[in-house]
């Protein structure tokens, strides 16, 4: 089943790809959080397209869905501090880009839970020497609480990183580790 899924995944989101870095360029301060020039799905513009087209206003996304061998993952740029991150808004993309998912035929349940890792990048960049000194203590960066259910029922996993280059850092170690070769993605 899983090949299915990313045959079809790949047939119906082959015009929504783009760098990555790309993907997570912030509009309002023109800047690009991170510079990684493998590819991946613009979940938001797929998003936007399959709504659009059924003439109901587009709900929120996740900006990235990228395929690998062995995990999928949806990736969402936020380019602000922790403190600032608007919890229900994160809810609401993951339970959009779920539903879009889903009514599209791209994924099953048994497959989110199975495959699908929610990867949350912020950028807490302009902490004071006390907040940064807490997070360089910190086993792992937390992720809002709130986004636990979707860890119990629809992920596999959830990671934040409180840095662009921290994302940067796992994606070198972690997501290249499991694709042999993104390409075909």
């Not at 986004?147 to 662009?164: C, G, V």
């Amino acid at each position: 089943m899983l090949v299915n899924f990313h045959e079809k995944i790949i047939t119906d989101l082959k015009n929504f790809k783009s760098p990555i870095r790309q993907l997570s360029y912030d509009k309002t301060n023109k800047v690009y959080l991170v510079n990684i020039k493998d590819s991946a799905y613009n979940l938001d513009a797929f998003t936007k397209k399959v709504y659009t087209s059924n003439k109901i206003d587009p709900p929120c996304s996740n900006d990235v869905l990228l395929l690998t061998e062995k995990y999928d993952y949806l990736i969402e740029f936020k380019n602000q501090e922790e403190r600032n991150l608007g919890t229900d808004d994160l809810i609401n993309k993951n339970f959009s880009s779920i539903t879009t998912l889903l009514a599209k035929n791209l994924t099953d349940i048994a497959t989110l839970k199975e495959r699908y890792i929610y990867l949350l990048v912020y950028n807490n960049d302009k902490l004071s020497v006390k907040d940064e000194m807490n997070n360089l203590l910190a086993k792992n960066t937390p992720y809002p609480k709130k986004l636990d259910y979707f860890k119990k029922h629809y992920f596999h996993n959830i990671e934040a990183f409180a840095t662009p280059t921290e994302f940067e850092n796992y994606y070198l170690k972690h997501i290249m580790n499991h694709a042999q070769d993104l390409k075909k993605y």
